[in-house]
């Protein structure tokens, strides 16, 4: 599994805007990222206006404190998002592979009645959760990582169905499953299938990611298990593995090797 790209939102006081970041980022994405936040001038506590928005948001941060920008300091993030004007009090950052400086405007500066000011904290979430899906989602759609799965059919038998021996189910159908499954970790699978010249007795095979079954899930090696001696195997004296393919691709096979694809990206 990938590991979480780890993103520090910044405003002045880490009562509003840089919470309602770390909150969004980390409850839409939070299988591919780690949010956190912190301020220049933090306050004693988190605006009661940002916890009442987001909870309508579905978005519970009642137990969170403003925490300082020091806290952080030694630590390299993925991504450091400045969400107010500092001018020139503006601190050091952290180190970042990515520094993004996108202004919202100040809640804690609404004036009116409670609901005038719910109604301007609502348009500040609002605005930064259309930001966080366009710059954490959309914008780095091609970032996601991908794996191909090319089924080859045997061009010798014209309409065969390939099917997985252990389960009797088409091996696109397995491919759509571990899709679903990887999606979480922004994976995702193409599936191409066509005819190409493959060895005389198989069906079919499957190449993923440009290796052979073989290569992500090798077969047992014969001299702990196999005991076939096959002729031409040299597995005894270069400890090579065995030289055997997959005549037939059984779904257990299939899906362990796109896990073994997945963990390589």
């Known amino acids: 599994m990938p590991e979480k790209k780890q993103v ?22 939070g299988n591919r990222y780690e949010a956190y936040s912190a301020g220049i ?26 925490k ?16 107010c004007d500092c001018g ?40 930064i959760s259309i930001w966080t899906d366009e710059t954490f989602s959309l914008k780095e759609r091609e970032n996601i990582s991908d794996i191909k799965v090319v089924i080859l059919k045997n061009p010798l038998n014209p309409g065969f169905m390939p099917l997985c021996p252990d389960t009797m189910r088409h091996p696109k159908e397995a491919v759509s499953d571990m899709e679903k499954m990887l999606s979480k970790d922004n994976i995702t ?13 198989q069906a079919f095979m499957v190449i993923i990611n440009d290796k052979t079954l073989e290569e992500l899930v090798p077969l047992p090696d014969p001299s702990k298990y196999c005991g076939m001696s096959c002729e ?34």
């Open 41 to 66: 001038n933090p306050s004693d506590a988190i605006n009661p206006n940002t916890i009442e928005v987001l909870k309508e948001a579905g978005i519970d941060i009642s137990d969170k404190k403003p």
């Open 88 to 127: 020139d009090k503006c601190p050091l950052i952290p180190e970042n592979l990515r520094f993004i400086r996108k202004m919202f405007d100040d809640p804690s500066v609404f004036a009116g009645s409670k609901e005038d000011i719910l109604t301007g904290f609502r348009g500040v979430l609002n605005e």
């Open 189 to 201: 699978i193409t599936l191409e299938e066509r005819e190409s010249e493959i060895p005389k007795d």
């Open 232 to 265: 031409g195997c040299s597995t005894d004296t270069d400890n090579s593995g065995c030289r055997r393919g997959y005549r037939e691709v059984p779904e257990s096979v299939l899906r362990l090797a796109i896990k073994k694809a997945a963990a390589e990206l």
């Open 68 to 83: 300082h920008l020091s806290l952080f300091a030694g630590k390299k993030f993925d991504t450091v998002v400045l969400t």
């Open 8 to 29: 520090l939102f910044i405003c002045n006081h880490n009562a509003g805007r840089s919470q309602m970041g770390e909150a969004l980022l980390n409850f839409r994405y």
